[in-house]
């Protein structure tokens, strides 16, 4: 009978279903000194979310013929589980690709939303008792150029919400064809620069690594244009939901204090859990906990797309979404 540490929680039903099927099921976080001092090897798979880290260090106490032999990241960016060296120990890694898109796809457009039309600081000031009606005129979507950075399953998602808003989409990513983007009516572009050079609106939907960290900076919020393709003055924004680190949260800080940005909506952060950052004293920022996958549909979908990945790998198969 496998034995599956679930890290960072996971849907009730998944649980019961794991049992069901013969799992002996934990549901425990622990620390990372608890994880670097080899209680990894009381495991055959761990399941994980983004608050456990998997570092090299961690990896390295697994014992050959002992420990864990399956990663589970239940969601999708694995920068959280080195993937090098689990590879360099035989441990497969799984992601679930497909199952929080929806949900990341809809805080994307919310945070959009949120940004241009001043909804949280409208909500904070009526909590002020200050009536702003007059000083909170917003702009409209509509119009403007929306610039993708990486397009895949969340930005194609994105693209479909914000074309039906009426904005024209601008994409970068090395991994995609002229002919798809141009099939999906996105104007892709060769390098990130131009994104920024042609677009009002800015949303990250890449991954972090070293080639994408800071990516967003103080040098390319100034390239970004004033004034939308309908000639309308509409500020500059930009929407993080992808991953913390990518944008560089200092940059954030001046461009919102000197005015070249009129907004910052970033739902990931470089330093999680957020503390005292200056982030929160910029009355046009507006975040969230790093939420986009947790809502009750992703999560459920989530849980159940687990279970086929742990049944298929104990059965003896290769599960669908392996990464390495």
């Given at each position: 009978?496998?034995?599956?540490?679930?890290?960072?929680?996971?849907?009730?039903?998944?649980?019961?279903?794991?049992?069901?099927?013969?799992?002996e099921?934990t549901?425990?976080?622990?620390?990372?000194?608890?994880?670097?001092?080899?209680?990894?090897?009381?495991?055959?798979?761990?399941?994980?979310?983004?608050?456990?880290?998997?570092?090299?260090?961690?990896l390295?106490?697994?014992?050959?013929?002992?420990?864990?032999?399956?990663?589970?990241?239940?969601?999708?960016?694995?920068?959280?589980?080195?993937?090098?060296?689990a590879?360099?120990?035989?441990?497969?890694?799984?992601?679930?690709?497909?199952?929080?898109?929806?949900?990341?796809?809809?805080?994307?457009?919310?945070?959009?939303?949120?940004?241009?039309?001043?909804?949280?600081t409208?909500?904070?000031?009526?909590?002020?008792?200050?009536?702003?009606?007059?000083?909170?005129?917003?702009?409209?979507?509509?119009?403007?150029?929306?610039?993708?950075?990486?397009?895949?399953?969340?930005?194609?998602?994105?693209?479909?919400?914000a074309?039906?808003?009426?904005?024209?989409?601008?994409?970068?990513?090395?991994?995609?064809?002229?002919?798809?983007?141009?099939?999906?009516?996105?104007?892709?572009?060769?390098?990130?620069?131009?994104?920024?050079?042609?677009?009002?609106?800015?949303?990250?939907?890449?991954?972090?690594?070293?080639?994408?960290?800071?990516?967003?900076?103080?040098?390319?919020?100034?390239?970004?244009?004033?004034?939308?393709?309908?000639?309308?003055?509409?500020?500059?924004?930009?929407?993080?939901?992808?991953?913390?680190?990518?944008?560089?949260?200092?940059?954030?800080?001046?461009?919102?204090?000197?005015?070249?940005?009129?907004?910052?909506?970033?739902?990931?952060?470089?330093?999680?859990?957020?503390?005292?950052?200056?982030?929160?004293?910029?009355?046009?920022?507006?975040?969230?906990?790093?939420?986009?996958?947790?809502?009750?549909?992703?999560?459920?979908?989530?849980?159940?797309?687990?279970?086929?990945?742990?049944?298929?790998?104990?059965?003896?198969?290769?599960?669908?979404?392996?990464?390495?």
């Amino acid at each position: 009978m496998a034995r599956i540490l679930v890290s960072d929680g996971m849907a009730k039903k998944a649980i019961e279903r794991l049992k069901e099927i013969g799992f002996e099921v934990t549901e425990k976080h622990y620390s990372h000194e608890e994880l670097s001092s080899g209680i990894l090897n009381n495991y055959d798979a761990i399941v994980v979310r983004s608050a456990t880290k998997l570092t090299e260090k961690v990896l390295s106490t697994i014992e050959n013929e002992k420990g864990i032999r399956f990663i589970g990241r239940a969601g999708v960016g694995i920068d959280n589980i080195n993937l090098e060296e689990a590879s360099r120990r035989g441990i497969l890694v799984c992601n679930t690709p497909q199952s929080s898109t929806q949900s990341v796809v809809e805080l994307t457009i919310g945070h959009l939303i949120t940004s241009t039309r001043h909804i949280a600081t409208g909500d904070r000031k009526l909590r002020e008792n200050n009536w702003a009606k007059k000083e909170l005129r917003g702009t409209e979507l509509s119009g403007k150029n929306l610039g993708l950075i990486g397009y895949g399953r969340i930005a194609q998602g994105v693209s479909g919400v914000a074309k039906a808003f009426g904005m024209n989409i601008h994409c970068y990513d090395p991994y995609i064809s002229k002919e798809f983007a141009k099939k999906d009516d996105c104007i892709i572009h060769k390098n990130i620069d131009d994104v920024f050079k042609n677009c009002t609106h800015i949303s990250i939907h890449c991954n972090l690594n070293e080639e994408t960290y800071h990516l967003v900076n103080e040098e390319r919020i100034e390239m970004m244009p004033e004034y939308g393709s309908d000639g309308m003055k509409c500020g500059r924004h930009i929407v993080n939901c992808a991953r913390g680190g990518i944008v560089d949260e200092e940059s954030i800080i001046r461009t919102l204090k000197n005015g070249v940005l009129s907004s910052a909506a970033l739902d990931v952060f470089e330093q999680e859990p957020l503390n005292l950052s200056l982030l929160l004293e910029q009355e046009n920022f507006h975040g969230t906990p790093h939420i986009g996958a947790s809502t009750i549909e992703a999560q459920s979908r989530i849980g159940d797309e687990m279970v086929i990945l742990l049944k298929d790998f104990f059965n003896g198969e290769r599960p669908h979404s392996a990464i390495n």
